[in-house]
């Protein structure tokens, strides 16, 4: 754990503007005029998840918590660019 009390105290603030930011993002999602609208939100929400794993690993100082914020960027990354030419090019490959 962390022990300074300043340290611990902004750290919660981060989570909960991370937490916060995900409702909007999570009604660009539903309510996305189009579908590219839809995909930068998806990819917000994955860049916010990513923040709040990072958080999570000051907080619990574990390293496994980094890999998998990396990981998730990383499958997030193939994941809009396939969808992205999905949306452009009407094929994935």
């Known amino acids: ?3 300074n009390e300043i340290a611990q105290t902004a750290i919660q603030l981060i ?9 909007p993002a999570s ?6 005029p189009t579908l590219p609208d839809r995909l930068a939100a998806v990819d917000l929400i994955t ?7 990072v958080m999570l690993a000051l907080v619990e100082r574990t390293q ?3 890999d998998m914020a990396i ?7 193939v994941g809009t ?6 949306i452009s090019e009407g094929r994935v490959y």
């Open 27 to 32: 009604w660009r999602v539903v309510a996305g």
């Open 71 to 77: 990981a998730l960027a990383a499958f997030s990354f």
């Open 47 to 53: 860049t916010l998840l990513i923040g709040v794993i």
């Open 81 to 86: 660019i396939s969808i992205a030419r999905y």
């Open 64 to 66: 496994v918590f980094v």
């Open 1 to 3: 754990m962390i022990e």
């Open 15 to 23: 989570l909960l503007a991370l937490v916060i930011l995900l409702i």
